[in-house]
């Protein structure tokens, strides 16, 4: 169940499609999909999903797309291991709905392609 009444989900969707793009424009290599589980506890909600998702390889890492959702606003985040089946840290969480441009610069920050800005 979508938690928000002022964010689309629709919107939410096509944002983590865009850096996923992106990040494949970008070297990223698309490797195969893995069911995983997530609970996330912000704030008063507690949202429990299970989702098929995008694994990629950049380098030597694997990473995947996951959702973040703050009371506020759903957020993205890179979350990277050094296999398919060791993926558990994670870069500096975004807002979803960033300007293009500004969603392209996360990506190359969670890739390490550019510092993050001071």
């Given at each position: 169940?979508?938690?928000?009444?002022?964010?689309?989900?629709?919107?939410?969707?096509?944002?983590?499609?865009?850096?996923?793009n992106?990040?494949?424009?970008?070297?990223?290599?698309?490797?195969?999909?893995?069911?995983?589980?997530?609970?996330?506890?912000?704030?008063?909600?507690?949202?429990?999903?299970?989702?098929?998702?995008?694994?990629?390889?950049?380098?030597?890492?694997?990473?995947?797309?996951?959702?973040?959702?703050?009371?506020?606003?759903?957020?993205?985040?890179?979350?990277?291991?050094?296999?398919?089946?060791?993926?558990?840290?994670?870069?500096?969480?975004?807002?979803?709905?960033?300007?293009?441009?500004?969603?392209?610069?996360?990506?190359?920050?969670?890739?390490?392609?550019e510092?993050?800005?001071?």
């Amino acid at each position: 169940m979508w938690p928000y009444k002022i964010h689309s989900e629709e919107a939410y969707y096509k944002a983590i499609e865009f850096v996923e793009n992106y990040a494949v424009s970008l070297g990223a290599e698309f490797i195969g999909t893995r069911e995983q589980t997530f609970t996330t506890i912000s704030g008063d909600m507690t949202i429990k999903e299970t989702l098929e998702m995008k694994v990629f390889k950049f380098g030597d890492e694997y990473f995947w797309v996951e959702h973040h959702y703050l009371p506020e606003c759903p957020f993205i985040v890179f979350s990277f291991g050094s296999s398919m089946d060791d993926i558990v840290d994670d870069a500096d969480p975004f807002p979803y709905n960033l300007e293009e441009d500004e969603l392209m610069a996360e990506v190359r920050y969670s890739l390490g392609l550019e510092d993050y800005p001071e």
